[in-house]
């Protein structure tokens, strides 16, 4: 069974930029994580998907952050403009249901000179 | 606010010498654990999880935790450990709303 897929695995952008990384969760998985891992810490939730739905999406930067998974498959999370302080390991994880075990992608490594 | 303190940030050891990784939550309801491991170059992937039981959970490779309500613990333990457990360890809390809280990670290096 495949399991989480990411893509890029890195990206290096300037600031101002705009930037987007894909998930491809694990096959029948209805819900779908985003993280962001700051150096030196552990992930922390962006938004959760129930299938197309965002059901919690609070700690989700609105003003230049947006997600979408539009037909409840993959999904793309987007960052515009970036800031410096965006530079981070962006976590895509999955689960066949809400409160079961998260699969965990490789993450993007995103680096904002 | 939930939160998850992990006491130690970088623990060295040598092969076959016991292992203890503390893990302490805030959340005073039901709570769910978790312990996941980084290998170098790899992703987060579960070693053990408590959702209700049995508060010894066994999990891969040999490790088990303890959960202790009175103490909001849940340390990771592993008798006898192998250069192959260089990693890093997060602890995580979930609740009923399913979102995961994670701490700020242990690296442990085992030198062979």
């Known amino acids: 069974e495949a399991g989480v897929v990411q893509s890029p695995r890195y990206k290096i952008i300037e600031k101002k930029q705009p930037v987007a990384f894909w998930c491809n969760p694990i096959s029948g998985h209805n819900t779908l994580y985003w993280y962001r891992q700051n150096l030196g810490q552990g992930p922390e939730l962006l938004i959760r998907?129930?299938?197309?739905?965002?059901?919690?999406d609070s700690q989700l930067p609105k003003d230049r952050f947006s997600a979408e998974r539009l037909k409840g498959v993959d999904s793309t999370l987007k960052i515009q403009p970036a800031e410096l302080g965006d530079s981070a390991v962006y976590l895509c994880a999955s689960s066949s249901d809400q409160g079961g075990e998260q699969y965990f992608g490789p993450g993007t490594r995103l680096t904002v000179t | 606010a939930q939160s998850v303190s992990q006491h130690n940030h970088h623990v060295i050891l040598s092969e076959a010498a016991s292992l203890e990784l503390g893990c302490n939550y805030s959340y005073g309801g039901t709570v769910n654990l978790f312990w996941y491991v980084q290998y170098p170059g790899q992703h987060l992937q579960l070693l053990l999880k408590?959702?209700?039981?049995?508060?010894l959970v066994k999990g891969i490779k040999g490790f088990e935790a303890e959960f202790i309500k009175s103490k909001f613990s849940f340390n990771l333990r592993k008798p006898s450990v192998q250069w192959s457990d260089t990693a890093e360890y997060f602890c995580a809390s979930g609740d009923s709303s399913y979102k995961l809280i994670f701490g700020s990670g242990t690296r442990l290096l085992v030198r062979p």
């Open positions: 998907y129930e299938n197309e739905e965002a059901v919690d």
């Open positions: 408590y959702f209700s039981g049995d508060p």
